[in-house]
């Protein structure tokens, strides 16, 4: 039996970094009605105010995604792999790493370019600036008063230092601290989403200050199960909480923001999507949509792991339950600038593989410490890993219902390394990081243990590439903005050839942005909800 829900003007589902914002924004006309439905728990784990805690969360089955895993992958030796990603209020902005980074601007001329009209980077400027409160304060290209705290790095230690410095003199690039000001290419610090050492999340920075709101509803355990129609018109929605079965109503709009790898997957079972394969699951067909769940993306990632002797990695400071108990008093009762500030990554560089590149085409990542061989933990000597992904990858997957049933996970294939210019930009990323690590000091004692010999021939590192190559948790694109036969939604982010239901999250992604994507979701969210305000 279902039960019928109160009416609201909108109806938001999944309160992750768009969906929270775009809930938070519709919000402050305290004429409209608003309701946010998370399948998830509210944010209270400590462990997600902290910085590093995302180590502590984000194999968390409270707070994580974790029936998703993508299909045998072709060119990655036939790997399977899991795809995590935020189920909580907040969503992946409450449990991540952190890197706070735009892309470039060839991003967004790129989007226009393919038919994103008003995606341009002068035009999405506006909405990255409107989220910041930026350490460095109001200025061209940062906002001084948003929601969300943005600082440098505060674990600033000399290890890191080195890296940069070798990085800067081996391949003649610029120090960097503003990967998000005029220019991104050089080697340095990243912003992160935090504040005085405190993570900054959509939950923490637009949901909890506006939660008492009379006319915004959020409703946490709540699974959204089927966006209803009225003809080819979206009328509301179906969700699952506390074991009973609820309609709810939307006299304005839908708006989807539930992440790449499930916006399409609701989208498929209510009925719009390619007609094939919805008939293929007995599913009633409300518009043929072919282009929803293609176009899937993400960044590979690979790397090479160091042994150091330097003390100033996490292996070293946290090696032991004295070091750990010292590492938390510092942080609680101190400034907040030791090692539980980093994030995934506390620096790193924008680097282009080829003479006359327009944009860097690669993003390499300084991450200081060495995991255990199994599991999260730390390995029990000093290391270091250097991480890459290709920015732009040209590889595109797909992304298909298995079932009628929204519980069951669709099918998921990347394709990764597809592309020869995929293949050739990550051999080269391998090869600058071998670069860069020669030029480090010798008393660092540096020893590399991954690849190692097996990546001393082209063959074998290329082995070595699709054998351990990973998710960079950046699921994008399924729902792409455009206008040709592909797109699924236009440039306002409507679902084309139906009325009342609009797709805001990174889904909407022509193409992938160059680095971490949660700041270009956050635009996308801001910039999504003006543009339902604008009818």
């Not at 394969?277 to 790397?303: A, F």
């Not at 792991?305 to 008093?329: H, M, R, V």
Request: glycine fraction near 12%; proline fraction near 5%; hydrophobic fraction near 35%.
């Amino acid at each position: 039996m279902v039960k019928q829900a109160t009416e609201y003007d909108y109806i938001v589902v999944g309160a992750g970094s768009a969906g929270a914002i775009v809930a938070t924004r519709l919000s402050e006309d305290p004429k409209k009605s608003v309701l946010l439905l998370e399948a998830g728990p509210a944010d209270r784990s400590m462990w997600s105010r902290i910085p590093l805690g995302f180590a502590k969360i984000l194999f968390n089955k409270k707070y994580m995604w974790f029936d998703h895993q993508t299909e045998p992958e072709p060119h990655l030796n036939n790997k399977r792999y899991a795809l995590p990603h935020g189920k909580l209020v907040g969503g992946s902005s409450a449990i991540n790493g952190l890197v706070h980074v735009r892309g470039v601007p060839l991003d967004y001329s790129t989007w226009e370019s393919q038919g994103a009209k008003g995606w341009g980077y002068h035009d999405v400027l506006p909405y990255f600036k409107k989220s910041e409160r930026d350490h460095r304060g109001a200025g061209k290209f940062h906002g001084g008063d948003g929601p969300l705290g943005i600082e440098l790095a505060r674990w600033q230690n000399p290890l890191a230092d080195t890296f940069f410095d070798a990085t800067s003199r081996s391949l003649g690039v610029p120090k960097n601290n503003d990967f998000n000001g005029a220019d991104t290419e050089g080697t340095g610090y990243w912003d992160l989403a935090s504040w005085n050492g405190k993570r900054s999340s959509t939950s923490l920075n637009y949901i909890h200050p506006n939660r008492k709101r009379p006319n915004l509803t959020v409703l946490t355990g709540a699974l959204t199960t089927k966006v209803e129609f009225d003809g080819t018109t979206a009328t509301g929605v179906i969700y699952e909480r506390d074991g009973q079965t609820v309609r709810a109503s939307a006299k304005r709009e839908v708006i989807l923001s539930a992440g790449a790898l499930q916006t399409p997957q609701l989208l498929q079972i209510s009925g719009v999507g390619p007609a094939g394969l919805l008939r293929e699951h007995g599913i009633d067909l409300v518009h043929d949509l072919p282009g929803v769940g293609e176009n899937l993306m993400d960044h590979v990632q690979v790397g090479r792991k160091y042994t150091t002797s330097s003390e100033w990695t996490l292996n070293q400071k946290t090696g032991n339950i004295i070091k750990q108990g010292l590492t938390g008093i510092g942080y609680f009762a101190g400034k907040r600038n030791g090692p539980l500030t980093i994030g995934a990554s506390l620096g790193g560089a924008y680097l282009k593989t080829q003479p006359g590149a327009e944009a860097p085409d690669l993003h390499l990542h300084f991450l200081p410490f060495m995991p255990a061989e199994a599991g999260w933990g730390l390995a029990k000597f000093s290391g270091f890993r250097i991480g890459m992904y290709q920015n732009r990858p040209l590889s595109r997957g797909t992304m298909h219902i298995t079932s009628a049933d929204p519980k069951v996970s669709p099918a998921f294939l990347f394709n990764h390394l597809s592309e020869e210019e995929d293949v050739r930009t990550i051999m080269a990323g391998m090869k600058i990081a071998t670069q860069i690590v020669d030029a480090m000091p010798s008393n660092l004692d540096i020893k590399e243990i991954a690849p190692g010999p097996v990546g001393d021939t082209d063959d074998g590192l290329l082995d070595y590439i699709r054998t351990t190559a990973d998710t960079g948790f950046h699921y994008s694109g399924t729902a792409r903005m455009g206008t040709d036969a592909m797109a699924v939604v236009d440039p306002e982010l409507r679902v084309r050839g139906v009325n009342g239901l609009r797709v805001i999250d990174a889904s909407v992604m022509p193409t992938i942005v160059s680095g971490n994507i949660n700041a270009a979701v956050i635009m996308i969210g801001e910039k999504g909800a003006d543009l339902v305000k604008a009818g």
